[in-house]
């Protein structure tokens, strides 16, 4: 089945310093990929997406590229704010049968200090 | 204001009570579904509607029930509720299966069960 492994969190960060978050997949086929944002005490709310290799997604400052060679969508940012804190997870959409469900990481947590 | 709106949002039960736990979208999506989110599992999904009258189990559906016989609303039966129950329910929808990973989120109901 298909499955989206994220490093461990928490990641904590100085403001203004750069952000990478690892997100590797597995899955068959044709998979779209994407990152979702959750902020304290709320749901989550889709950041950025890509739905085919090469594509790079953005957002808010925030960047993913679908690497297909290497099966990753790493999310990127080059100087981190305090108001990025957050938990943050990438998910995929498979194709076919299984375009029904977005399957989740399990979330890394970023904390900005000032 | 487009929203998806879920009900209790915080709730204290004891084993064996049934309960229901409402969502309702006013977005006219045809695609609901259910996660639950624990820590350092993610989120699982736990039954889904691809439109009124039609549900699908997902990962985690032991113990859940659920039903859409409205286009807006689509309920989490737990009829009878056990500690392993326990969690962070997040209720979510989009205009139709999550093709383009837009899915919006409710802001999640907090269920304990003693």
């Known amino acids: 089945g298909n499955s989206v492994t994220q490093m461990e969190g928490p990641v904590t960060l100085s403001e203004e310093a750069f952000l990478t978050i690892n997100c590797t997949y597995t899955?068959?086929?044709?998979?779209?990929l994407f990152w979702y944002v959750q902020y304290p005490g709320e749901g989550l709310q889709l950041l950025l997406k890509a739905t085919k290799a090469d594509d790079k997604g953005s957002n808010k400052g925030f960047e993913a590229t679908y690497r297909k060679e290497t099966t990753s969508f790493h999310l990127e940012k080059g100087s981190v704010q305090v108001s990025d804190s957050a938990v943050y997870f990438c998910?995929?959409?498979?194709?076919?049968?299984?375009?029904?469900?977005?399957?989740f990481g399990k979330g890394t947590k970023l904390s900005v200090i000032p | 204001e487009a929203q998806v709106t879920q009900n209790p949002r915080y709730l204290i039960t004891v084993t064996g009570k049934k309960l229901t736990v409402t969502c309702s979208q006013n977005m006219n999506h045809e695609y609901m579904s259910w996660y639950r989110q624990d820590p350092g599992l993610g989120l699982r999904q736990i039954y889904y509607s691809m439109n009124v009258e039609v549900t699908d189990k997902g990962d985690v559906p032991e113990g859940y029930k659920v039903s859409r016989k409205e286009k807006r609303n689509f309920p989490l039966i737990l009829e009878s509720p056990s500690p392993n129950q326990t969690s962070l329910y997040f209720c979510a929808s989009s205009l139709y299966s999550p093709s383009t990973g837009e899915l919006f989120f409710g802001e999640g109901s907090r269920l304990t069960v003693l």
């Open positions: 998910a995929l959409r498979g194709s076919g049968a299984g375009s029904y469900q977005l399957t």
């Open positions: 899955a068959t086929g044709y998979p779209s």
